[in-house]
């Protein structure tokens, strides 16, 4: 339990205090009865969280006995949560038709906080005998010694800047990247400028550099070069001193101070062009610190870094470049295994086939391609070994001696506390899969990962989360939208084995990937597993009580939907079940019991059971149907915590009493008599609609919902005279609303709209839509698909920061507006199932804007992208 999970906990306990509009804790005598208790236990916690705050503030690199200490606070707060749980399970919930009789030894109808009040006591004790000043001093980081090395320079002194095996300078797949940066490194420019090479761990930057730095042209061109590696720990004035000496600069480590230093530093370059590479840095404040030490000339001196983190890059990027470095291709990975293997002999026939199946699942990692160079070369040339060892490239790489892991574990070591189990937790999905960003996100929010932070929702600050993880390259953004929003993302395959690692190491999650029998199953999970991840089938019954009470997520990407009905029996503590890849009919017996679920995923029922809405802790719940409808019981406001409500199925609310807290809601039809949206949905950010018949009655009540961002409208319904659309919205998209083109001039004054998505039936009988006098200022995204409109007129600044226009299915449109292409931000024209007319639009457009020189314009045409020389060729559109 991590610092927010403590705070989430302390959250809870706040409310069990209140009973704030829980109906199933208001007016429970036992409940009310033990409030003493957990104000005392909130009491105590609240103040060891502050001791903790203290000791995590002025002491990164704790001694073994604070770890030790808050390693066992953390299993007593987690052991208070699970008795207080169990004992709320026992007070509250409807034992009838669970198959579990309410005097089980699962539960408690008492509660017994003595022993482990005793242990946080003891705890309190022991935080408050720790001298942190003493240990802050006496811990204080070890400073590595940093490796300077620099070319001849002017003063005539060298040294050598490689001791590497040559076999190591064997360089793959970037020439390309050299010779942009190069051009950059020598470009005509006087300022002093910073180029920055960034990329996860691993995949070559250095390489790059030390490529560069050798260059003879660079060698030639830069009086003075010099090479700082910089660590996760560092210090100024070890810096100088060695960077100073290997120019040739003498120094005096007694007398010199820093000043004095730098002063000498800035005396020597300056005047001078000098090239000086800083590799590996890690944080902005080393670079903020470092800056200071060059003159800022204009002599064309350049400072070449390199870094596992955008952000750093990003930071000093007003005064120069970032170059993100790609992962090598199949064919670079089995260039570079091919050299490394055979010193640039040919690889023996028989061999070609394993040899290119092992490069290929180095996943274009250098690293891991040198790793298994290495494995090879001590290996014979032997048909049946490759292929072996192709079948097993993950465990080579995971047990190299050298260190291979830990290359990358210095990312996680430099990692904040509130992002590891973050990072970590993903390491839980299957290798290769595509993570959905809000799946993980409400996920981690359910976990009690996520910190508050002010007046931003715990969304929000999971997204930005994510986007730090992202920025530190531990993380592949792999689909973005066009606003620029991560939509899923993925791990490297070494990355995620870092994850298992960490993982096992820190007890986070067990995850089960392959067959595994019962006993061996039982040897994985521990009195203190929480988590359990799986992609098999394996049986819950065979697991005792003592070890599935204290289970709290099982996340499941396949399992055995006979043991399903007996989930809800075993593991009483859930706060996550997710299932959306089994396939049920049901749910499971007795799911009521399971109050302390945060978040639900099921996949194929049949209609809503009312069991869910005593599920009070609830914040997610996706249902997956294979009906058209689900209909909601009145009862659903008892979901209180409900952030989230989603479904493939048209979900009908009906008239309810109170508002909910919901932050997004899809496919809601609301029901007669419910006509204030605002006094449904006061805090959504996310809403899909469909327009009822009288729909039109209460419409203009859109306007008044303050956070509502995403707006999605279905149904032939929409009366445009009465509508009004709050200014907040960034995404709006109308499915079947049959209203005239010239009602457009309503969304074209949303301010904030960024996206605008017109499917099916939209806007008749008038078929022409004239956008000239219309400015969509924000607007990024333009979708018309299935839509009859036949002429259309647009100037370029009526979307003057369009990126993206898609056209599907509109097989009455001949042309697209020559204005569109005039357009400087448009990036892509996507066309697909359209006229051969429009198709020949699109390509004047791609020809107007070749002739002007934008050659960055992409058009692709039934999902195959259109270059410009095809286009002057011919195609096979159809009509």
Known sequence: MAYAGLEMFMGYLKQIINCNDIP???????????????????QELDS???????????????????????????????????????????????????????????????LDLENVMRSIESIKVEFMTIDIDNMKMNSSPRIDRLKTHS?????????????????????????????????????????????SIVGMGGLGKTTLATKLFNDPFIKYHFHIRTWATVSQTYAKRDLLIQVLTSIGVQVDLVKDHDSKLREKLHKKLMGRRYLIVIDDIWSIEAWDDLSLFFPHENTGSRILLTTRINEVALHVKPHGFVHSLPCLTEEESWELLKQKVFHGDECPEWLIIPGMQIAKK???????????????????????????????????????????LETLALSYHHLPDHLR????????????????????????????????????????????????????????AAKRNVVGDVKACKLHDLVRELCLQKAEEEGLFLRIDSPTSSSQLLEGITCEQRRIFTNQNFNILNIPHSLTQTIRTLLCFHLNKHSLNSIAR???????????????????????????????????????????????????????????SIYLPRNITNLVNLRHLWSNSRLHLPNIEKPMN??????????????????????????????????????????????????????????????????????????????????????????????????????????RWDACEQQFRQLKLLKLEWSD???????????????????????????????????????????DRCRKCLVESVKRIQQEQHDEGNNELRIIVDGNELSFYSSQHGSSESE
């Open 151 to 195: 070319a001849r320079d002017a003063a005539g002194t060298s040294t050598n800047y490689s001791t590497r095996n040559p076999l190591e300078e064997i360089v793959v797949g970037l020439d390309r990247d050299a010779e942009i940066i190069r051009d950059k490194l020598a470009e005509d420019t006087k300022k002093l400028s910073i180029v």
């Open 362 to 404: 180095c996943h274009g990692l250098p690293l891991s391609v040198v790793v298994m160079a290495g494995v090879l070369a001590e290996e014979s040339m032997n048909q049946n070994l490759w292929e072996h060892i192709a079948c097993n490239v993950s465990s080579y790489i995971v047990g190299d001696q050298k260190g291979c």
């Open 570 to 628: 075993y593991f009483v503590l859930l706060r996550v079940l997710d299932l959306q890849e089994c396939r049920l009919h049901v749910l499971p017996q007795g799911l009521a019991l399971l109050v302390h679920l945060r978040y639900l995923a099921v996949s194929l029922l049949s209609k809503f059971p009312n069991s869910i809405c005593k599920l009070w802790s609830l914040q997610t719940l996706i249902l997956q149907t294979s009906s058209k």
């Open 421 to 476: 189990e973050c990072f970590v937790y993903l390491g839980g999905f299957p290798e290769d899969f595509r993570i959905n960003v809000k799946r993980v996100i409400r996920l981690w929010v359910a976990e009690g990962f996520i910190k508050e932070a002010g007046n931003r929702s715990l969304e929000d600050t999971a997204k930005a989360y994510l986007k730090n993880l992202i920025s530190r390259n531990l993380v592949i």
């Open 789 to 831: 409109i036949k002429y259309w007129e647009a100037a370029s600044t009526s979307f003057p920061c369009l990126k993206q226009l898609t056209l599907r299915h509109c097989k009455y449109l001949k042309e697209i507006p020559l204005g569109i292409g005039e357009i400087a931000t448009l990036e892509l024209i996507e066309i």
């Open 48 to 110: 060891i969280v502050q001791t903790l705050s203290n000791i995590h503030q002025h002491n990164h690199n704790e001694l073994e006995k604070v770890r030790n200490v808050k390693k066992r606070f953390k299993d007593a707060a987690e052991e208070a949560q699970d008795i207080i749980d169990l004992f709320l399970s026992a007070v509250t919930v409807d034992f009838t038709n669970s198959g579990i009789s309410p005097t089980s030894d699962v539960f408690k109808a008492f």
């Open 662 to 767: 919901l932050h997004s809601i899809s496919r809601v039809m609301l029901k007669d008599g419910v006509v204030k949206y605002q006094q449904c949905f006061p805090n959504i950010k996310k809403l899909v609609l469909y327009c009822s018949l009288d729909f039109w009655k209460c419409s203009k009540y859109l306007e008044l919902l303050p956070y509502l961002e995403n707006l999605d409208l279905m149904g032939p319904h929409l009366q445009w005279d009465h509508i009004a659309f709050p200014t907040t919205l960034k995404k709006l998209s109308l499915t079947d609303c049959e209203l005239p083109w010239s009602h457009m001039s309503i969304v074209h004054l949303l301010p904030n709209l960024e996206v605008l998505k017109l499917h099916s039936n939209l806007f008749t009988p008038d078929r």
């Open 24 to 42: 199933l804790f208001n007016n429970n005598l036992m409940i009310l009865s033990e409030r003493p208790q957990f104000q005392l236990l909130y």
